[in-house]
Nanobody, 123 residues
Framework: QVQLVESGGGLVQAGGSLRLSCAAS????????MGWFRQAPGKEREFVAA????????YFADSVKGRFTISRDNAKNTVYLQMNSLKPEDTAVYYC????????????????WGQGTQVTVSS
């Protein structure tokens, strides 16, 4: 069992940056692939980024490639999402999630979810 708690959301102007953190409880954090998803009002929850157990492989949605970076610190049981060059369309609630499925971008394959953190980008 993994419990996930996101932090770092907030209000930022377009072009700005935010770093989201997701702290995990439990001793098995390093055994999970970790992902970030987001959900804007009235829209489906969508994949943003994922990272392998060791951090050696990372995956991004096309919409955030070149602007967002994902990383993890297994010693701290934490995964990060660095978001640069933010756009108003990045406004959403951001969720971190854990899965045993390598490289998955499918929300149905993620077993554990945090409560989400709001990111609002003003124009």
């Amino acid at each position: 069992q993994v419990q996930l708690v996101e932090s770092g959301g907030g209000l930022v102007q377009a072009g700005g940056s935010l770093r989201l953190s997701c702290a995990a409880s439990g001793r098995t954090f390093s055994s999970y692939y970790m992902g970030w998803f987001r959900q804007a009002p009235g829209k489906e929850r969508e994949f943003v980024a994922a990272i392998s157990r060791s951090g050696g492989s990372i995956y991004f949605a096309d919409s955030v490639k070149g602007r967002f970076t994902i990383s993890r610190d297994n010693a701290k049981n934490t995964v990060y999402l660095q978001m640069n060059s933010l756009k108003p369309e990045d406004t959403a609630v951001y969720y971190c999630a854990a899965t045993a499925v390598a490289g998955s971008h499918l929300k149905n394959e993620y077993d554990y979810w945090g409560q989400g953190t709001q990111v609002t980008v003003s124009s």
